[in-house]
């Protein structure tokens, strides 16, 4: 499927194929069975400005540039133009409105996750450990606690990507098609599974790529902003033989936020029993 012919994110045919449809754009959460997503606007968020609309929404982003400026950030900066609140990088003043400033989710006595209203959560970005100092981030990311659950359990629950614990997988033959991915352990509904990796490309590389695919009949593009495409065809890990299902899918993907860069998490959508092929929704 090339880029122009991409269905909407929460639609698509109920029907079954192997791994190959480019992807248009990864949901930002995942959505209760049942219900239409819901946009979460930042403007709506305490302390920042109307005009930061497109921080959580990554398909209407581009890739981040930090501001270079110093003062107050004007109709001129690069954060304004894109309608994005300014990152730890930037070099405007500490005082801008626009800053990001992490979340207190600790200092509320609650674990940081999108049910707790976590405001990273909620933005679909990570836990920064240097703007987010009360969550418990740092200490889930110290290397001395990243093989200790019980601890990562009872602190902060919003840097799976940074932490890259993956849950165990395996690849072989599909009942669908082709290979297929499958769980090798026991895993809990909304867990982390792992991330979908590959070459970070332009769109336009993309388009290009993608019509040299379609004639293969298979591609691993995955849209991660406005103008980046992850290609895991070369550079890709296991997660791009994960397979489609509009009909029953068990796991989801979202596009989050780390460290100022785009990344791609794998989620189970249910309770997982080791041996089951993952599936999720192309469209």
Request: with cysteine; charged share 30%; glycine share 8%.
């Amino acid at each position: 499927m090339s880029k122009g012919a991409t269905v909407d994110p929460w639609g698509g045919k109920d029907e079954e194929c192997s791994v190959g449809c480019f992807i248009k754009d990864a949901p930002e959460s995942e959505p209760k069975q049942g219900t239409k997503r819901k946009k979460f606007p930042v403007s709506a968020l305490p302390g920042y400005p109307p005009d930061c609309d497109r921080t959580h929404t990554h398909e209407r982003r581009t890739t981040f540039q930090a501001c270079r400026h110093l003062g107050q950030c004007t109709n001129t900066c690069p954060c304004v133009k894109s309608h994005v609140t300014c990152e730890k990088s930037c070099i405007c003043s500490s005082s801008c409105p626009r800053r990001w400033r992490g979340c207190t989710c600790k200092r509320e006595g609650k674990a940081c996750t999108l049910e707790n209203k976590c405001i990273c959560a909620k933005a679909n970005r990570e836990c920064d450990v240097d703007l987010c100092q009360t969550c418990g981030a740092a200490e889930v990311l110290d290397p001395k606690n990243r093989y200790n659950d019980a601890f990562s359990n009872d602190c902060c629950q919003n840097v799976a990507l940074q932490r890259d614990m993956p849950k165990r997988t395996l690849l072989g033959r599909s009942a669908v098609a082709g290979f297929g991915l499958f769980v090798g352990e026991n895993v809990k509904g909304g867990v982390f599974l792992g991330e979908y990796k590959g070459e970070v490309i332009t769109t336009e590389e993309a388009d290009r790529r993608g019509k040299l695919y379609d004639r293969r009949g298979v591609s691993f593009l995955f849209n991660l902003n406005s103008n980046q495409v992850i290609d895991a065809t070369r550079a890709g890990n296991k997660f791009r033989y994960v397979n489609h299902s509009a009909k029953k899918p068990n796991c989801y993907a979202r596009v989050f936020m780390a460290n100022c860069t785009h990344r791609i998490g794998m989620f189970a959508r249910r309770d997982l029993t080791a041996g089951e092929e993952l599936f999720f929704d192309y469209g």
